[in-house]
């Protein structure tokens, strides 16, 4: 299905503070994943002083701002940015999450859950059908969330509205293995039950990260290592889904590179033994 | 009525310290005021109320995360359970909006006001604090404001056309003349150090340009006296050489030529009108 995208290998999110480790350690990942809000609301020097020193490596973009899950027409100024940003990067595919993070009253400034609804697929399928008209050569992925909170009264779990989305919307999906593993936990579901029950044939790229344990819930923090659980999770999916790409996200408590470094190598060694397409 | 009302409705409970704690005495009351289906009505009147206020703290927590890894030294005296004893009141003061632009901006300078009003109630009572936030969201805004980038660019490339009586100085979005109560670049020195600043350095008044350069995304900053930030004020684009003259002497053309050449200030020709959003701002 998205046979013709490069397989990109082992990746990291670009972040600021990780600039000169990146730079330095160039030999520990394939490619980067930049945020694109970090860089369309910037002055151009600075976005350019970061891509100068990027150029040599292979990019993809990732937004979370997107908010295909609004119930209203997307912000067309966010999304031309955003566009123009991944043209700019030529990323080979871009994406952002299947959730909602503002309304016309308030930005929440964070990846809340949409109510999984007939109503609800409906607008965020228009909302992916005007995404991928606006940039029609490059492939748009959604990716599943993590939520702390489900919506009472859905008429489908989030398995079969995932599905249903990138299907009917014809997108690829960005899946969060951390985020499966966090929502079976915090919301009581087998993580393997739903990864059997979406189109893992549509899996492009692979998140991981690392989350914190709480009383009575576990929070997705991206400032530590990975469980054996999501360890495991991921084993499962690369070898079940043409993955091209796994990247991982580490956002704050930034440690020395060499456990950064770790962690990619563990990644590299699951995809490069188990991913059915290479 | 629509899901749209259904999400503005979980968005307000999310954001809105007082509509939250109404939806979790009574939610059918809190609820009222939205045009909601009886089943959305339903469906948010369900919704788990613990999780639902952790998932407001983290709303917070993460809107001030924002905002304080732009302000590192700032972030070094507040206390330590800022976020827990002081987002709800940040939450409810400054409560998140609809944005075209960096959120990470707009909450840097949402949090430099709280910090200031909270120093200024004697809530806080960090000596430094005030002077330590207004400098540090002062340098993030000239980095990272598009307008700052924009005039810096103009300045730069601007040809110097000939000074006649009727050019027009104009000091522009990307410098900001702030005047502190304190020797500020001294405290920040020590802070930046692990170091309390020694108390004399609150004693005495710095005036600071910061001007945003237009090579690297980075603020030159400079001392100035009384009398220079006075007549920088004064290059508002609207008065001319010939008033400057009036007001201090012929000489004021050659003290403006220097701002010039620093890419401090530019000169307009009579007929020239303002850059869009051009005028400096204080902050």
Redesign the interface.
């Known amino acids: 299905m998205y046979s013709n995208l490069p397989q990109l290998g082992v990746g990291l999110g670009y972040r600021m503070p990780l600039h000169n480790d990146l730079l330095a350690n160039r030999h520990t990942f394939d490619f980067l994943e930049l945020i694109n809000?970090q860089f369309i609301?910037?002055?151009?020097?600075?976005q350019e002083?970061i891509l100068r020193d990027l150029r040599s490596i292979p990019l993809v973009a990732h937004g979370v701002?997107m908010s295909v899950g609004?119930?209203?027409p997307l912000d067309q100024?966010y999304l031309q940015a955003t566009v123009a940003f991944v043209d700019h990067i030529r990323a080979p595919w871009f994406s952002d999450h299947l959730c909602?993070t503002?309304?016309?009253?308030?930005?929440?400034?964070?990846l809340?859950p949409v109510?999984f609804?007939e109503?609800?697929l409906a607008?965020v399928i228009s909302n992916v059908m005007a995404i991928k008209r606006a940039c029609p050569a490059v492939p748009f992925l959604l990716e599943n969330i993590t939520y702390?909170?489900p919506?009472?009264?859905s008429e489908m779990t989030e398995a079969e509205f995932i599905s249903r989305v990138l299907v009917e919307a014809d997108c690829g999906l960005l899946l969060d293995v951390n985020n499966v593993f966090i929502n079976s936990q915090n919301l009581g579901f087998d993580p393997y039950d739903f990864l059997t029950a979406i189109p893992l044939e549509r899996v492009v790229q692979v998140h991981i990260a690392g989350h914190k344990e709480t009383p009575?819930?576990i929070?997705d923090t991206h400032d530590r290592p990975m469980t054996k659980d999501v360890w495991d999770i991921l084993s499962f999916v690369v070898a079940r889904a043409p993955v091209k790409a796994v990247s991982l996200e580490w956002d704050?408590s930034y440690p020395a590179f060499s456990v950064i470094e770790h962690e990619l190598a563990c990644a590299r060694s699951l995809y490069s033994h188990a991913s059915p397409c290479l | 009525m629509?899901?749209?009302e259904?999400?503005?409705a979980?968005?307000?409970i999310?954001?809105s310290p007082g509509v939250r704690h109404e939806y979790q005495r009574d939610p059918d009351f809190a609820l009222r005021q939205f045009s909601l289906t009886e089943?959305e009505r339903?469906?948010l009147a369900?919704?788990?109320s613990?999780?639902?206020q952790?998932?407001s703290a983290?709303?917070i927590a993460?809107?001030l995360?924002?905002a304080l890894k732009a302000l590192p030294v700032t972030r070094l005296l507040l206390p330590a359970d800022f976020t827990m004893k002081f987002g709800e009141l940040y939450s409810r003061d400054y409560?998140?909006?609809?944005?075209?632009?960096?959120?990470m901006?707009h909450e840097v300078h949402s949090i430099r006001q709280f910090i200031t009003d909270l120093t200024q109630s004697q809530v806080l009572n960090d000596p430094y604090l005030c002077n330590v936030v207004r400098f540090e969201a002062s340098v993030f805004h000239l980095?990272?404001?598009?307008e700052?980038?924009?005039a810096a660019t103009r300045c730069h490339q601007e040809l110097v056309t000939p000074v006649t009586d009727t050019t027009r100085p104009l000091l522009e979005r990307h410098v900001l003349i702030c005047t502190f109560d304190s020797d500020i670049l001294a405290i920040l020195n020590a802070l930046r150090h692990g170091r309390r600043p020694e108390e004399h350095l609150l004693s005495s008044t710095t005036i600071l340009l910061l001007r945003r350069n237009?090579?690297?995304?980075a603020v030159s900053i400079i001392r100035l006296n009384e009398a220079s930030r006075e007549l920088l004020q004064k290059c508002d684009g609207a008065t001319d050489i010939r008033e400057l003259s009036r007001l201090y002497s012929d000489r004021i053309v050659d003290v403006l030529d220097r701002f010039v050449q620093s890419h401090i200030i530019a000169m307009l020709a009579a007929e020239e009108a303002l850059p869009t959003a051009a005028l400096s701002t204080g902050i």
């Open positions: 809000d609301f910037s002055p151009l020097d600075k002083q701002a609004t119930a209203q100024d909602f503002k309304t016309d009253l308030a930005d929440l400034g964070q809340t109510w609804t109503e609800t607008q702390y909170f919506l009472p009264g009575g819930l929070i704050s | 629509s899901l749209i259904m999400q503005r979980l968005s307000v999310l954001t089943r339903t469906t369900a919704l788990d613990g999780r639902l952790r998932y983290m709303l993460g809107r995360e924002l409560p998140p909006v609809i944005l075209a632009g960096s959120a901006l980095t990272n404001d598009i700052a980038f924009s237009v090579d690297t995304p």
